[in-house]
């Protein structure tokens, strides 16, 4: 496939929020979308599978989305959008990505865990001594009225008994694995350690398993009153101080503090828009935090700000608008791209590529009401002086 083609599907999946089956609709029922691939006459057939689109994300990897956005930098430089002196200065703050799970429960958890096992000895063969097919939804119904009742003692023993249920099929799987062919052996593999995580695990502790199928999801608490708890991955953004373009994205698993991550997020920006930032400012979660050759500003350094850093500071919380359009309008509320790797996709390119692809449009609509407007003042600028001054 034409790589322009691919690209350009990427570029307006994300503009548009879009999935990889509609994007290809609307590419097959607009002009001007077929024409901005590449094409030059239009067509009346799929550009490509939707799958294809997910094929091609996994051979880019991380550098390929990184290029993507660089594009677009490149793209805004060239129509002198933005300029150096614009690039200098940036805000730089972070976000919660979140992942595509459902709400983890520990009575969830257990069932799901307990099914998983349970469907993967009947794919196998691997015949089990007791599947408790029938205690473990019922168990799981119980557990759902006793936290909503608020009745956590009685839920306390229901979460007990899912999870000696959960113990006795794991024991009962692993004692038959060893005589299972190598094939059921490399695939159970995987899911042992999972399990056995899940099962171990205890309410207060440290790195616990939020999802089967999404290991890497994490618990990350921003302070926000109507949302105490997201699950997913750290995500840092900057953006230019003055119009709002994203000039760096990338996620930050681990859950690090937000200091520690400023210099790989400036380290980024430079790589991308070819401009090391002179300026960051940011936020009291960076404080401690210090860049060579960059100075930092927040409100931590009071006494020490000059009269055009404290104006400049008051621009800082212009980054919060920007992170609310990705994730209302270009899909970082929802991750669904697998593993890490498909976190630090969908942020880079998925999201801040997408955005920057909307911001230039609204920059081309509006130097071209500006160009009518200076045209329509030249043309008919004394008429509207003399029919000012007789008026």
Known sequence: MPVRLMAGLLYLKQAYN???DDVCVRWLENPYWQF????????TRLPCDPSSLTRWRQRLG????????????????????????????????TTVQEKAIAYPTDSRLLEVARKQWVRLAKRHNIPLRQSDEREGPRLRRRAGGYAHAKQFKRLKRVLRR???????????????????????QEALTL?????????????????????????????????????????????????????????????????????????????????LSGQRPATALVDLGYRGREVDGVVIVHRGKAKSLTKAQRRWLRRRQAVEPVIGHLKADHR???????????????????????????????WIAAFCVWCMSALAD????????TALSSG
Request: proline share 3%; net charge positive.
């Open 36 to 43: 901005f691939t590449g094409e030059v006459f239009f067509q």
């Open 378 to 385: 030249l043309l008919f600028g004394d008429r509207r002086r």
């Open 191 to 271: 899911w042992i350690g999972r399990a056995q995580r899940l099962h171990a695990q205890k309410p207060k502790d440290k790195n616990k398993l939020y999802a089967l199928h999404a290991p890497e999801v994490e618990c990350i608490s921003k302070g926000k009153a109507r949302q105490p708890y997201e699950f997913g991955v750290k995500v840092g953004v900057a953006v230019t101080a003055t119009r709002g373009l994203i000039v760096g994205a990338r996620s930050f698993p681990n859950n690090p503090y937000d200091g520690d991550t400023l210099a790989e997020q400036l380290e980024q920006v430079e790589i």
């Open 332 to 362: 970082m509320d929802r991750c669904r791209l697998k593993g890490a790797l498909g976190d630090a996709m969908h942020a880079i390119a998925c999201c801040a590529a997408g955005y920057n692809l909307r911001w230039l449009m609204r």
């Open 162 to 184: 899912q999870r000696t249920l959960l113990g006795r099929v794991i024991r009962d799987l692993q004692r038959k694995l060893e005589s299972a062919n190598a094939t059921a």
């Open 18 to 20: 879009l999935s990889d």
């Open 62 to 93: 991380e550098a390929g989305m990184e290029e993507l956005l660089a594009q677009t930098l490149a793209a805004a430089r060239s129509m002198k959008a933005v300029d150096a002196r614009e690039l200098s200065r940036v805000i730089v703050d």
